[in-house]
Every structure is written in C-alpha cells, then in structure tokens.
C-alpha cells in the first residue's frame, strides 16, 4: 500500500522508545487480508495493511482516546495472560495484542475471548482500522475520482453517526478541500461541511 501523499497531512510519524501498543488481524480471503495497528503513548497511530508497508496511513488520537486505551491494557496487565476463550467456534481471524516499553514486550494471540477488557480493546482496535479505511476512501475519492466523492462523504457522515471513528481531525484537511472546491458535487460539499462543523464542535467519540 502506497500512501506517501497522505503523509502530507498526517503528522508526524512514530518516534522514539517509549509505551507502545500493538494489534495485528490475519484474515485470508477478507479485505484487507492483513492489518495492522500501533499506538504510541502520545497518541500517534501508524495503520499498515502488510508488516513491511512502508508508506503508512498515520494520524493522533485525542488525549482522551488514548488514556483509555493504555488505561485499557493497564487493566490487562499489558497482555501477560491469556485471554483465547478455547471455545470451539468460527475461525474469525488470527489477532495479536503486544504491549512495547524499551525491550520488555508480552504479547497474547486469539481468535477469540470473552474477556470483557479483551473485547473492549479488541472494539478499539477495529475502529482504529476503521478510521484508517475511511480516511483513505475519503482522501483517494478527493484525489482521484470527484464523482465518488459524495459517496465517501456520505459514508464517512454515517460512521460517524454511529460513534465508530477515532481521531477525528484527522478528516478535516480533505473535507475543508471539499468544501472549498466548487468542482465537486454541491451535496457532496453541504454535507462535508456539516460532517467538519459537527468534528470542530466536539462530535462525541467513539465509546
């Protein structure tokens, strides 16, 4: 996956040492195939579709988001139990959480628990990936294809409705794009604007 122009607006890459959380999902024959999620102490995200994805989708979660998700891997003693359920059910795809600090690591493998903080953190990890997907829909329909842009859009106004994104400034340099290029779909542009005016006056986030 090539996102280098995305990089443009997303921030800062990952640095240094430091508290780190890390989820991957391997899933053959769904879209993406392979995923994966880091989430630095200060809020950086680097979301990858292939381990040696050079060109990640990067961008922050809020203060708030990011207490809970490390208070969340507090709670599960940075992942040095088990949490597989051992239950015989669908095979839903090979999970990883790993929690970094320096050189100490512990990691769990799953296909899937019925701990109650697993399954919370497991939900952030997916709207975290979520997040991502959308923001590439949005940001390659802006670049590529003005005729999908009210789609993206569209799609993008109802995640959001649904508390299912993350990071939310992260969408606001291409939806201010939208709204100021005449070129694109007037509906398209209305609705960006309300989705933008809904992320600048605090939307509530994802729970």
Known sequence: MKWCWLLL???????????????????????????????????????????????????????????????????????????????????????????????????????????PNAKLMWEWFERMTESALHRINLDRAAKYDKLGVFKAVITLGAALDRKRLVGLEQYLPTLDRIIKNESYMHTARVRASEIAEAIRAGAPPAQ
Not at 20 to 38: C, D, E, H, I, W
Not at 74 to 100: I, Y
């Open 9 to 115: 607006v997303a921030g800062p890459l990952l640095a240094g040492d430091g508290e780190r959380l890390f989820y991957s999902k391997s899933f053959p024959g769904s879209n993406p195939a392979y995923m994966q999620v880091t989430v630095e102490k200060s809020g950086a995200v680097e979301y990858r579709e292939a381990p040696d994805d050079d060109s990640p989708l990067v961008y922050k979660l809020t203060t708030a988001e990011t207490v809970e998700v490390f208070g969340l891997a507090d709670k599960m003693d940075h992942f040095k139990t088990p949490v597989e359920s051992g239950l015989k059910v669908a095979f839903m795809g090979k999970k990883t959480f790993r929690w970094e600090n320096g050189a100490e690591k512990h990691e769990v493998e799953f296909n899937y628990s019925e701990d």
